[in-house]
Nanobody, 121 residues
């Protein structure tokens, strides 16, 4: 089983931008879809975005659509989450996961440890 690693989190003011990255420790996602989820204090882990294994299809949660975008490296061994126009309600620990093309976190077997994103008011 593979390990995933997220990076790029930090503290930004409202309206700012961050780029998160997700990489597989083995160097490849093995053709699996890569999803992004987040968990804010007092809330359940929620779906943010997902990209298909070939990088051709992406789906976004309504709360982040038109603000966040997913891209992949040329070798598709790194997935980036570009976050623009950040809001305080985007504050959460962000996780990437590899698995099927699904919005359900329970369907993913490989997860990173998370990276903290904090958006100040």
């Amino acid at each position: 089983q593979a390990q995933l690693v997220e990076s790029g989190g930090g503290l930004v003011p409202a309206g700012g931008s961050l780029i998160l990255s997700c990489a597989a420790a083995e160097g490849t996602f093995g053709g699996r879809s890569v999803g992004w989820f987040r968990q804010a204090p007092g809330k359940e882990r929620e779906f943010v975005a997902i990209v298909s294994g070939d990088g051709a299809t992406a789906v976004y949660a309504a709360s982040v659509k038109d603000r966040f975008s997913l891209t992949t490296a040329d070798a598709q061994n790194v997935v980036f989450l570009q976050m623009n126009s950040l809001k305080p309600e985007d504050t959460a620990v962000y996780y990437c996961a590899a698995g099927s093309f699904s919005r359900d976190p329970g369907s993913f077997g490989s997860w990173g440890q998370g990276t903290q994103v904090t958006v100040s008011s």
